[in-house]
């Protein structure tokens, strides 16, 4: 399996790019600001062609490019219900004011096509099969995608902004809700096996083993979703 990383634009978005081998059809998951040149930077070098692109939730550093990458390929864009309004209205999604800038000239708006993700959905795109769970509380239509193991390739959880190495998504902007991210998290990641690959919205990749031993908000946190940290203990990532 191929998967190919960086991070993009101001904030640091990482954008991946999953593929079963180089020369072969992939997906693009979160090309976020100024993340195209990337994007196709990463498709010549791997010989990829992409067929679709997945969002684990709609925060303009997520979304920023869905436009103009969609449109060069011809590929729909996933994204859950409770945030496809972000993509073209990412102020509202900020609670900033009517005219505030906006990192200067963004592309805000829908692609062309847009497939709505749900719950416990089995996306079968580009020879790769990829689980879908919803898991608000950064946002309300949050999602992650999990891959499961093949071969010699331990098992993969794209974790959006849910999960991060040594922390999670903030939860002050609208739609964030700390105790909701907390249930997320027992029920979207406690299951998983140690040696899972976290790969995450901001920074370094981790394991959810590492993560259930060290992190203050997976470590000490119930199957409910109570006993994890305090809010403002997260450090802000991205938005």
Request: charged share 20%; with cysteine.
């Given at each position: 399996?191929?998967?190919?990383?960086f991070p993009?634009?101001?904030?640091?978005?990482?954008c991946y790019?999953?593929?079963?081998?180089?020369?072969?059809?992939?997906?693009?998951?979160?090309?976020?600001?100024?993340?195209?040149?990337?994007?196709?930077?990463?498709?010549?070098?791997h010989r990829?062609?992409?067929?679709?692109?997945?969002?684990?939730?709609?925060?303009?550093?997520?979304?920023?490019?869905?436009?103009?990458?969609?449109?060069?390929?011809?590929?729909?864009?996933?994204?859950?219900?409770?945030?496809?309004?972000?993509?073209?209205?990412?102020?509202?999604?900020?609670?900033?004011?009517?005219?505030?800038?906006?990192?200067?000239?963004?592309?805000?708006?829908?692609?062309?096509?847009?497939?709505?993700?749900?719950?416990?959905?089995?996306?079968?795109?580009?020879?790769?099969?990829?689980?879908?769970?919803?898991?608000?509380?950064?946002?309300?239509?949050?999602?992650?995608?999990?891959?499961?193991?093949?071969?010699?390739?331990?098992?993969?959880?794209?974790?959006?902004?849910?999960?991060?190495?040594?922390?999670?998504?903030?939860?002050?902007?609208?739609?964030?809700?700390?105790?909701?991210?907390?249930?997320?998290?027992?029920?979207?990641?406690?299951?998983?096996?140690?040696?899972?690959?976290?790969?995450?919205?901001?920074?370094?990749?981790?394991?959810?083993?590492?993560?259930?031993?060290?992190?203050?908000?997976?470590?000490?946190?119930?199957?409910?979703?109570?006993?994890?940290?305090?809010?403002?203990?997260?450090?802000?990532?991205?938005?």
């Amino acid at each position: 399996m191929l998967v190919a990383g960086f991070p993009a634009g101001a904030w640091g978005t990482n954008c991946y790019l999953v593929a079963p081998a180089a020369g072969e059809e992939c997906v693009i998951i979160d090309p976020g600001h100024q993340a195209a040149e990337g994007v196709e930077e990463v498709i010549a070098k791997h010989r990829l062609k992409p067929v679709a692109v997945l969002l684990t939730h709609g925060h303009i550093d997520h979304v920023a490019s869905v436009v103009p990458v969609c449109g060069a390929h011809d590929v729909p864009a996933w994204i859950h219900p409770d945030d496809r309004f972000m993509m073209s209205d990412p102020e509202k999604a900020l609670g900033m004011r009517i005219g505030q800038p906006l990192m200067g000239e963004l592309t805000v708006g829908e692609p062309d096509d847009v497939e709505e993700l749900s719950d416990g959905a089995k996306l079968e795109l580009a020879g790769l099969e990829l689980t879908v769970a919803h898991a608000p509380g950064h946002t309300r239509g949050s999602v992650t995608f999990r891959m499961p193991e093949q071969a010699d390739v331990p098992p993969v959880l794209f974790s959006g902004d849910l999960l991060f190495a040594g922390s999670i998504g903030r939860t002050d902007l609208p739609g964030g809700d700390h105790a909701e991210i907390l249930r997320s998290l027992a029920r979207v990641c406690l299951p998983l096996a140690d040696e899972t690959v976290v790969l995450p919205g901001h920074q370094h990749q981790t394991t959810i083993g590492r993560e259930r031993a060290t992190n203050p908000f997976l470590s000490g946190l119930a199957a409910d979703g109570t006993g994890g940290g305090a809010p403002g203990a997260a450090p802000r990532r991205g938005m």
